[in-house]
């Protein structure tokens, strides 16, 4: 079936799908050669001291990891909207994604680890604080302007993304299943992948800003939701941000556990 006979956007989907790895691998590498020519122009950011990272296993996989996850993420948004499974059927799914995740976290567990920084309980309360506060008055001030329904207007985007209206329509055995994968297996999994390998990766061969902005970009548009795409974005950079402050995976593992388990039960309360 031609692109065009999809629904608007499906296209821009579509279209960022394909682009932002393409702009991923020329960062990559054109910061190799910029590096190769002038060896002191983009030092490597050492956030594993004695590691060889990335190997020939982080390139291969997160090559691999990156075009699966884009070709079903197409396919999804091409599809008509899923908005009904069964729990064992959900259930089936987490243990595919985790089992593409698998070798991510069993590699990440193996590296040595990285120098922490020295924040206090004080302020890893005071950073968690902040950035709920940053992601979500974003996403409320985009409401409050009307800028999702111009989005979906303009697009015929849904409104709310296909597990969403699962969470909130299903039954109990389904919202459990649901709340295992937003509140447990995605924290860990995406933020090992997202931040531990894929802007661990860009940073060493490119500036951090252009790092933070493409691994942002890809971890919003891989969630194949058009409406979504800027509130991820604008999450996908607090959560480098707070990786560099940290130098752990400790504390945007958390705020997305956090993030993610105060959507739940905003989904639940308020009404769509």
Partial sequence: MPLFSFPLHAQLMSLLLTAIPLLIFFAIVGGALRRRLNPNLLPPVPLFPGALFPNLFDWIYSSFFVLVTVLSTLAAVASPPATH?????????LGLQVAVYLP????????????????????????????????????????????YRLLMELTGCPEL?????????????????????????????????????????????????????LSALLFSVIHGSMAQAVPLTIFG???????????????PILLHAIYNTVSLILILLLPH
């Fill in 85 to 93: 499974m069964s729990a064992s059927v959900l259930l089936v799914n």
């Fill in 104 to 147: 991510f976290v069993i590699r990440f567990a193996l590296l040595p680890a990285p120098v922490q920084s020295s924040l206090g309980v004080g302020r890893t309360l005071l950073y968690l604080l902040i950035a709920l506060l940053v992601i979500f008055v974003s996403s409320s001030l985009m409401e409050f302007l009307g800028l």
């Fill in 161 to 213: 993304q296909d597990i969403v209206v699962m969470f909130s329509n299903g039954d109990w055995a389904q919202r459990g299943t649901i709340a295992l994968a937003a509140v447990v297996v995605a924290p860990i999994c995406e933020e090992i992948v997202y931040r531990g390998f894929i802007y661990n990766i860009l940073k060493r061969y490119s500036r951090r800003w252009v790092a933070i902005i």
């Fill in 237 to 251: 950079i607090v959560q480098c941000i707070l990786y560099d402050k940290a130098r752990s995976l400790r504390l």
